[in-house]
C-alpha cells in the first residue's frame, strides 16, 4: 500500500459499491485521506448484479445535460481502466466497439430513429449514430435472426466485466491508501462544528467532509444532512449461459457476450419494492427475447440467473448534490454505475475535493424533488 492512511480522513464515504468506489479512488488519486464504509453482504448489492454495459446511446432524451455526462464518463472510460489496471493488476476487460439496439418492429426503428435525431441535434452534432436496415445490420452482426427489422448503432458504447471493476476499484483505492471499513453501514450522521460524525451499527467515525454513496440507503440517510434523495428499488433479472463460441464482438441492450464466452440475457424493469427474487415468467420473456435476437442460442444452456436492486429517482436521473444547510455533505447516487464510473472517478471526485462543480451537476441536485415523498417503499 501507498499514499496516505485514513485514520483521521478528510472524506468519509458512506458505502463500498460501484459508485462509492469509484468516487473513493477519485478523491485518493486528488490527494484526500479518505475511509470508506460498506455494509456487509447483506446488504442490496446492486454492484454485483448489473448487466456490465456501458452505455450512452439513447441516455438523457428528455433531459440533455445528462447525455453530455454519459458522454463525457464514456470518453474518459479508457483512462479509467488503464489507471486500474497499473495500480490493481486487474484487467476490467473493457471493450468500446460500439453498440447495437436491435429493434423488432418498424415502430420500434422509427421510434429510435426520432430519440437519437434529437440527442444529436441538442448535443450540436456531436452524437455519432446510425440506424441500420436487417440487411446492413445482418452484415455486421452475421448471428442475428431474421425477426429482428434493424437496430441503431453508435460507437460510444461498450461494455465491461463489473465484477472485476469492482474489485479494481477496491484495490487501487487502497492501493492508494484508502481505509475499507467492512461489516459496517451509517445509521445517523449528525452534523457539528467542523464536520460530521457518523454513526455505525460497529462504529463512530468524524470528518470535515462525507459522501452518501450508499445506494437505496441515501433515501433515509439524506435527511440527516440536509439533502434529498428519494430514490427507490427497480429490479433487474439477468441469466447467464454456459461458455460458447465467440459469435457476438458489440454489446447489445438486452444480449452480450462476456469476455470470458458466457452470455449474458437481460434485463428487466419491475417496480417490485424490495423484493430481490427472480420469477419464471420474466426470466421467460427475457430468454425468448435473446433466442429471438440471436436463434443459435436455443439450445445453450443456462447456468445462472439472478436479481438485483437498481436505484432509481423519480425521474430516472442521478443525484448529485451538496448541502446547503450543510456544507461538505455530499450526495452520489445513479442506476448507472458502471457507464458514470469514469465520471464520478474523474469529475465528480475533484469537485467534493474542492475543485470546480461540473457544468452538468445543476441539473441533477435533489431540489428537483421537492414534492416527492421520502418514506420508504414497502417490499410487494
Not at 452475421?142 to 441503431?152: D, H, K, T
Request: net charge neutral.
Amino acid at each position: 500500500m501507498k499514499g496516505n492512511t485514513s485514520a483521521s480522513p478528510d472524506v468519509l464515504v458512506l458505502g463500498g459499491g460501484l459508485v462509492g468506489s469509484a468516487v473513493a479512488y477519485g478523491l485518493a488519486r486528488e490527494g484526500a485521506k479518505v475511509t470508506v464504509i460498506d455494509q456487509d453482504d447483506g446488504g442490496f448489492r446492486a454492484s454485483r448484479g448489473n448487466f456490465g454495459l456501458v452505455w450512452i446511446q439513447g441516455k438523457g432524451y428528455g433531459l440533455t445535460p445528462y447525455a453530455r455526462w454519459s458522454r463525457s464518463s464514456a470518453m474518459r472510460w479508457s483512462a479509467l481502466a488503464a489507471s486500474l489496471l497499473e495500480e490493481s493488476g486487474v484487467d476490467v476487460a473493457l471493450r468500446q466497439p460500439g453498440g447495437f439496439h436491435l429493434c423488432f418492429s418498424d415502430d420500434e426503428l422509427a421510434e429510435r430513429e426520432k430519440r437519437l435525431s434529437t440527442l444529436q441535434t441538442e448535443l450540436n452534432g456531436d452524437y455519432p449514430y446510425r440506424l441500420l436496415d436487417a440487411h446492413e445490420l445482418r452484415e455486421l452482426l452475421p448471428a442475428i435472426g431474421p425477426e429482428v427489422v434493424g437496430a441503431s448503432y453508435t460507437p460510444m458504447d461498450g461494455h465491461v466485466n463489473p465484477l472485476r471493476l469492482l474489485r479494481a476499484l477496491h484495490a487501487g483505492m487502497q492501493h492508494r491508501g484508502v481505509q475499507l471499513v467492512n461489516g459496517d453501514g451509517a445509521e445517523r450522521i449528525v452534523p457539528e462544528p467542523g464536520g460530521f460524525v457518523v454513526h455505525g451499527t460497529r462504529g463512530v467515525w468524524r470528518a470535515p467532509r462525507v459522501v452518501l454513496c450508499a445506494g437505496l440507503g441515501n433515501r433515509a440517510l439524506a435527511p440527516h444532512v440536509g439533502l434529498h434523495a428519494p430514490v427507490a428499488p427497480n429490479r433487474g433479472q439477468v441469466l447467464v449461459s454456459e461458455r460458447v463460441a465467440p459469435f457476438l464482438h458489440h454489446p447489445t441492450m438486452n444480449v452480450r457476450q462476456t469476455d470470458e464466452g458466457t452470455v449474458q440475457f437481460g434485463d428487466s424493469m419491475e417496480e417490485v419494492g424490495y423484493n430481490d427474487f427472480t420469477t419464471t415468467n420474466v426470466l421467460s420473456n427475457i430468454a425468448q427475447r435473446g433466442v429471438r435476437a440471436f436463434p443459435l442460442l436455443k439450445h445453450v444452456r443456462l447456468v445462472r440467473t439472478w436479481a438485483a436492486l437498481r436505484v432509481y429517482s423519480p425521474d430516472g436521473f442521478p443525484i448529485y448534490d451538496e448541502s446547503a444547510r450543510y456544507p461538505g455533505a455530499f450526495v452520489v447516487t445513479c442506476h448507472s454505475g458502471v457507464t458514470l464510473a469514469a465520471a464520478h472517478a474523474m469529475r465528480i471526485a475533484p469537485w467534493i475535493a474542492g475543485g470546480a462543480m461540473p457544468d452538468e451537476i445543476p441539473a441533477f441536485t435533489g431540489s428537483r424533488f421537492a414534492g416527492a415523498r421520502a418514506e420508504p417503499i414497502p417490499a410487494h
